[in-house]
């Protein structure tokens, strides 16, 4: 039973335009929520975060927005580059069970 | 500070084998984890220590074991290597559990 959901396996977008990258959750006890970037070969990296008490956050270029009613979240990314090609993760986390769960991913790719 | 670092960072086994996976992190974080990733699996939790001296199972601990050495360390044992063991492993580490994961380079096994 998945519990966070990235439909989309891929996106392609032309740099310079919005990217919005989606995530649906079913376990209403998640109450944080995290987007993580991820290149090849490497680690994933993390991006932005929201907590359930906030329905939108901002950092640079990276929008997070969350709608509980819905259980669904969104990232956008405006505008996009090139560099932001890779894998992203979205993640969820409630409860004292110091746990994450993640999606598994879309590929994003940004063509100059 | 160097984070979050693994070793090896690529390893080759025949099924049967043993071999441990290090981990190690110098940012005084509490929580430490272990992750597999597949190719359309995204990442799933095999064990994770919520503070030194305690782990728990999380959602593929089977074939795994693991030992939370000190507060920077936790490795992740495989006592007998399987195909199916065939993974990228990740080793992340948080302040105090369930708040922003910092993710290692990973380690790429193969088992043949």
């Known amino acids: 039973d998945q519990q966070v959901k990235q439909n989309s396996p891929s996106l392609s977008v032309q740099e310079g335009r919005i990217s919005i990258l989606n995530c649906d959750y079913t376990n209403s006890m998640f109450d944080y929520f995290l987007w993580y970037k991820k290149y090849p070969a490497e680690g994933p990296t993390f991006l932005i975060s929201i907590s359930s008490i906030k329905d939108k956050n901002e950092d640079g270029r990276f929008t997070v927005f969350l709608n509980k009613s819905a259980k669904h979240l969104s990232l956008h990314i405006v505008p996009s580059q090139p560099g932001d090609s890779a894998v992203y993760f979205c993640?969820?986390?409630?409860?004292?069970?110091?746990?994450?769960?993640f999606g598994k991913g879309t590929l994003l790719t940004v063509n100059p | 500070n160097a984070g979050v670092t693994q070793t090896p960072k690529f390893q080759v086994l025949k099924t049967g084998q043993s071999m441990t996976l290090q981990c190690a992190q110098d940012m005084n974080h509490n929580s430490m984890y272990w992750y597999r990733q597949d190719p359309g699996m995204g990442l799933r939790l095999i064990y994770y220590?919520?503070?030194?001296?305690?782990?728990d199972k999380g959602e593929v601990p089977n074939g795994y074991n693991v030992s939370r050495l000190n507060k920077r360390e936790f490795s992740l044992r495989l006592e007998s290597a399987a195909p199916s063991q065939t993974s990228v492993y990740f080793c992340?580490?948080?302040?105090?559990?369930?708040?922003?994961?910092?993710f290692g380079p990973g380690t790429r096994l193969l088992v043949l």
């Open positions: 220590s919520a503070s030194e001296g305690t782990t």
């Open positions: 992340a580490s948080s302040p105090t559990g369930g708040e922003t994961q910092y």
């Open positions: 993640a969820a986390e409630g409860g004292s069970n110091y746990k994450l769960t």
